[in-house]
């Protein structure tokens, strides 16, 4: 259905109300996965109008949150949808993005599938914005950094730099994940 709308204020109410059962019991994840809406998500995430970005964003962070879902999002594409957001320069977009990076990286056997070395570039530059995305972004680095090959590609983005003010941050929760991250992805 979703593919077939054409008017934005339509598309943008679906989404919400895609986005609420999304976020919802796993029931009504499920059905929307088995319904097929993953893939005109993926493909709703370019759509010129920000608004239809942030409500299919949402969806697929909502979405995430499920292991089964995971090999079925990346198959719908959701890497290069996560891409799109990451350098968007969309505050939003970059949450959802980050957000959905943390929840698949800890699922999937290989985590560097899911961000190219400009999407882990973008992470970094995340640490040195809003308190939000520098949490999130610290969540998600850290996940990805689960493998030794990530950790690699993660120190190569020189992440110390932008790193080590936050494990001093005057909020606690960033100082914890700084920590968190800094333990995981360099020892």
Known sequence: VLARLSSNPVVVN?????TTYA????KYKISIVRDGALNPLCELAFNEDNRIQKGSG????????IDTHCEQLLICGVCASLHYFLVSGDPHLQFYAAATISNLSVQVEDPSELVD?????SLVKLLKSSERLIQQSLIALRNLASQSAMQHRITDCEVLEPLYPLLRHHDPNIQTAACHFYTISLY
């Open 14 to 18: 679906a989404l919400a109300i895609l």
């Open 23 to 26: 976020g919802a019991a796993d």
């Open 58 to 65: 949402g969806a697929i962070l909502n979405l995430s949150h």
């Open 117 to 121: 070395d400009e999407g882990l570039q």
